[in-house]
């Protein structure tokens, strides 16, 4: 597709269990960054991808977070032992570079509410 | 520490009267300015940047931004608002010292009425 999908588009779960979800981004960015949009708030970033160079993970919240990306395709960001508090929008973004200049694409995000 | 603040929740206008929604940021070195919008249900949209240049910034649907270097500012700007520019608009920076992620605002809401 032209743009960045992300699936599943809602996911609904019980606290506890784990989940995963997965970002495809546009065909050609090598840049790739998950952030989380609480209701009513803006974004935080939890992680970025740029090529095979290790991924800046300073933003995840806890060990529970973690995410991989596969060369400059796929990405999946997983979410252990769910809590409340994870319940959120989880939003994907890619860019064509890390170039300062360049803007990021955004998916639709995934809805996640855990029960 | 890089940091944006929209000082708005929410900006109401009238449609076809100009709208301004605010933005003010702190970096430690050149900043990268983005406004984005984002629709019920949906990913962020870029509208515009600021990377250089001519502090005057155009983008998508009519929408512009002024950058202001000592007010450190980048509030966008619509001159006559359309009831479809409803919806949560994000101010974001990049520090121009460092690499990665966006910095963002907290979203002002806009509600532009008929």
């Known amino acids: 597709g032209a743009g960045v999908s992300q699936s599943p588009s809602n996911k609904v779960t019980e606290k506890g269990k784990d989940v995963e979800l997965r970002c495809d981004p546009i065909?050609?960015?090598?840049?790739l960054y998950w952030y989380r949009q609480r209701l009513g708030q803006g974004l935080e970033f939890l992680i970025y991808?740029?090529?095979?160079?290790?991924?800046?993970k300073s933003g995840l919240p806890s060990d529970r977070f973690s995410a991989e990306r596969t060369g400059e395709s796929v990405s999946t960001l997983t979410i252990q032992r769910t809590q409340q508090e994870d319940s959120a929008v989880y939003l994907c973004?890619?860019?064509?570079?890390?170039?300062?200049?360049?803007?990021?694409?955004f998916g639709d995000g995934t809805r996640l509410s855990i029960l | 520490a890089q940091s944006v603040a929209q000082p708005e929740d929410q900006v109401n206008v009238a449609e076809g009267n100009p709208l301004t929604v605010k933005c003010t940021y702190s970096?430690?070195?050149?900043?990268?300015l983005f406004w984005y919008v984002q629709y019920p249900n949906r990913g962020l949209q870029f509208l515009l940047k600021y990377i250089t240049g001519d502090n005057l910034v155009k983008g998508s649907y009519g929408f512009e931004a002024e950058f202001n270097k000592s007010q450190t500012s980048f509030h966008l700007k619509k001159p006559s608002a359309l009831v479809s520019d409803s919806a949560l608009y994000f101010c974001?920076?990049?520090?121009?010292?460092?690499?990665?992620?966006?910095?963002f605002g907290k979203g002002t809401k806009l509600s532009v009425k008929p």
């Open positions: 974001a920076v990049r520090d121009g010292g460092s690499q990665g992620n966006l910095i």
């Open positions: 065909s050609g960015h090598t840049a």
């Open positions: 991808f740029q090529g095979n160079s290790a991924p800046d």
């Open positions: 970096v430690s070195g050149n900043p990268y």
């Open positions: 973004a890619s860019s064509l570079g890390q170039g300062l200049n360049q803007p990021q694409h």
